[in-house]
């Protein structure tokens, strides 16, 4: 793996864990750091030996490693930007954005505190999100004139519904990691000093089912999302042919037949 100057990397038993880690700014993301985080992705993908990613952020300036997954895009390098400058911002965390979405592993955000504005944004663009019963979440984004501009206004409204979506969008509200996981903006709440554990332990029981139909299942959710139903069960049935030949296929079902424990690859 490249060495990153905000970002590090490790990996163990098949998971990987990318930290993003600008404890000065509470882990903000600058444009720096959204092209090492696409440099870090690609790379990610390409390993036969990472079968998941946690994606969380590191401790902020005094150690505390409860203080904040991303407080938001810096805003410091945002206060500046020309029009140009502002929709390049965007588009160079797009290309991140949706690789966390759809990269063949599952992708966990294991949201340590606060997920502000960006944070929310990129713990979204994840598969699955686990949060610190400390976490913050919130659309700070108009309160500081501007809008969410790394996919927010989508993302958000396709997880917990337009309306809250909207209500939280205008009126900047935080909500805490019960008030995120009652509206299903995250997918379950643990102590904080569980968090890496509880994220670690979910990534191991995906790692351990058929890899190649786990990627598979997320493309299947992933592009019959914004289909019309009729054609995502089609696009579905596509990839259950394709999933049909594998050796995964015949050891899991045979297994099961001859009551016996599989012993899945990853295809
Ligand atoms: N950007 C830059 N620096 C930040 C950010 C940020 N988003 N958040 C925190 N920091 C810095 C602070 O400036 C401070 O620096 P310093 O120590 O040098 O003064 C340091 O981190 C610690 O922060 P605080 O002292 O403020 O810590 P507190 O515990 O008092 O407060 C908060 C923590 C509540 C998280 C507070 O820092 C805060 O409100 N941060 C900003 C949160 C925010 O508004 N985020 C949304 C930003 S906008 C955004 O994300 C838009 C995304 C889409 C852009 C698309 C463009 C196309």
């Known amino acids: 793996m490249t060495e990153f100057k905000n970002l590090q990397f490790s990996v163990e038993d098949e998971v990987a864990v990318l930290t993003i880690s600008r404890p000065a700014a509470l882990n903000a993301l600058n444009t720096e750091t959204l092209k090492e985080l696409t440099v870090a992705l690609n790379e990610i993908e390409a390993?036969?030996?990472?079968?998941?990613?946690?994606?969380?952020?590191?401790?902020?300036?005094?150690?505390?490693?409860?203080k904040s997954f991303v407080a938001g895009a810096d805003i410091s390098e945002m206060v500046n930007f020309t029009a140009p400058e502002a929709r390049a911002f965007g588009i160079t965390a797009a290309t991140p954005f949706f690789k966390l979405s759809e990269m063949r592993q599952v992708t966990i955000a294991a949201v340590n505190g606060f997920a502000l504005g960006g944070g929310c944004e990129i713990a979204m663009a994840c598969d699955i999100r686990i949060a610190a019963d400390n976490a913050i979440f919130g659309q700070p984004e108009t309160g500081l004139g501007i809008i969410p501009g790394f996919g927010g206004t989508q993302r958000l409204a396709r997880l917990i519904g337009m309306g809250r979506a909207k209500e939280l969008i205008f009126t900047?509200?935080?909500?805490?990691?019960?008030?995120?996981?009652?509206?299903?903006?995250?997918?379950?709440?643990?102590?904080?000093?569980?968090?890496?554990?509880?994220?670690?332990a979910m990534a191991k029981k995906i790692a351990s089912k058929g890899s190649f139909a786990v990627s598979l299942a997320k493309t299947a959710i992933n592009n019959g999302y914004d289909m019309d139903i009729k054609n995502a069960v089609e696009n579905e049935a596509n990839l259950f042919g394709v999933v049909n030949d594998t050796h995964d296929k015949k050891e899991g079902m045979g297994a099961f037949l001859e009551k016996r424990a599989a012993s899945l690859t990853d295809f």
């Open 47 to 66: 390993m036969d030996d990472v079968k998941v990613l946690i994606l969380t952020g590191g401790p902020d300036k005094k150690d505390n490693p409860y």
């Open 172 to 200: 900047c509200d935080n909500i805490d990691a019960n008030e995120a996981y009652r509206i299903g903006l995250v997918n379950k709440v643990v102590a904080k000093e569980e968090l890496m554990d509880s994220a670690k």
